[in-house]
């Protein structure tokens, strides 16, 4: 694993350094030039990789991009099993562009059988910097860890002003709104967050409200920004 290598090791010579840093340096190219395939808007979609077909998040992120792709958009995941495999299944299905941006593991995380772009990084943080590139929007479905650091990850680059705002949907209300309590009874009454954060969330259990939420978002932003709309012009 060479991100544990990079970060246990405490006096690398300084040919190690070189080394890394040219590699991470070409992963950032490698995604960026697999960016750049995606012709249309995107969604970038979380969850845990853990459930299988049947299970709620399963079915309920399946439908959700496909929803997306017969709307012309295409769907990011992080390539692999679960909610990623489910949302790259239902893309395909609705004629989309299927995107998985996977990651290697101790224990390999194999890419799922659904993608028309597919890249596999080394290192999360270039990985995780092509979910928020591709993106008009995240969807997140239940998950644990992962989904969590990529929730919070796009809050803060939202929050802090490092990336554009672009809508972020919570799905299914009673998983997330233990957290969402947290937020407001916690953080915010000692001036952690403030209302404005906690405005920055969706969250809903319905697939069209989903969907149509990130799709009203990326329209107002094409009316405000020319650039944005030459791009939707163009798909």
Known sequence: ?????????????????????????EEFREGFDAVDEIDRPAVSIFGSARVREGA??????????????????????GGGPGVMEAANRGCKEGGGIS???????????????????????????????????????????????????????????IQTGKIRHFPVVLFERGFWEPMLAWVREQALPLGMVSPDDLALLTVTDDIDEAVQHVLDCYERRCADDPHTARKADAQ
């Open 56 to 77: 709620p998040a399963y079915d309920q992120a399946r439908a959700t991009a496909k929803r997306f792709a017969e709307a012309g958009w295409a769907v990011v995941t």
């Open 99 to 157: 995107v998985g941006f996977n990651i290697e593991l101790p224990h390999e995380q194999a890419a799922n059988p659904y993608l028309d772009i597919s890249l596999t990084f080394s290192h999360f943080y270039a990985r995780k910097t092509m979910f928020v590139k591709a993106a008009e929007g995240f969807v997140v479905f239940p998950g644990g860890f992962g989904t969590a650091d990529e929730l919070f990850e796009s809050l803060t680059l």
């Open 1 to 25: 694993m060479e991100d544990r290598r990079l970060l246990d090791t405490a006096h690398e010579h300084e040919a190690e350094i070189r080394k890394h840093t040219a590699r991470i340096a």
